[in-house]
C-alpha cells in the first residue's frame, strides 16, 4: 500500500467517525495528513462529499497553499475548499495531521468569547497537551471568510506553539497533532472542554 492509500484510508475511517458523533454533519468537515514536508504535500478530503461515506480514494494530494498536484492518481478532483488553511497549519506547526469538524461547541464558545476562549484548571486540559493547572490557555478564535490565504494569516498571527487548536467564528474548529490519531484525542478533550465552559458559563449567568 503507497503512502497516499494508507492517508486515504485512515482519514475515511476518522471522518466516518467524526461523521458519527454529528461533528460532520451534511457535507461538513474536512481531514488531512502530511505526506511530505520539502516540499510540503498533504492528503486532503475531497470537497463537498458526504464525510461519513468517504472511501480511501477520496482525497487529493494538494500543496502548502491547497491547490492539486499535477502528479496524482487523480489530480482533476476538487479538493476541500479549506485545504490552504489545513496547508497553512501543517507548515507552520509542523503537525502530521489536521482535522476541522463542524462541531456546535467550539462556535458557541465563540460567540461568547470572540476574543479567544479561556481554559483553566480542568483535568481534561492533559488531553489537550496541557498540564491541568497549569497557566490558563487561550483557544484562538479568527473571523471566518471564503479566502484561505486571509484566514491563514490571521491564524499564524495568533499561533501559540503549545495551543494545538483553532477556533473559526460562525464555522468549525482545527485541530492537529502529529496523526489522525492524536488529533483526534485533542479534539475530543476540546470539545468536552468548551461544551463544558459554555454550559458552566450559562449555569453561573442565570445563577446571578
Ligand atoms: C456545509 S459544509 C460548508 C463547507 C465547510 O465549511 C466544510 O467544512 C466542508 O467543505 P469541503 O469543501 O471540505 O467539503
Ligand atoms: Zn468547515
Redesign the pocket.
Known sequence: MTALEAAGRAIAAESARYAGMGWMR?????LSVVLGRAPLRLAV?V???DKGELSMDDVVVVDERGEAVADQPHPERTP???AGLHGRIAAVSGAGAVV?V?ALAPVVAAERWPGGVPLRDLEMLKGFGRAAHDDPVTVPVIANGQDMRALGDAFEAGYAADTPALIVAR??VYVWGDDLRQARHRLECLEWLLRFSVQWDTHTRSAR
Open positions: 451534511g457535507t461538513s468537515g474536512n478530503t470537497s463537498g462529499r476541500s475548499a479549506e476541522h463542524h464555522h468549525g
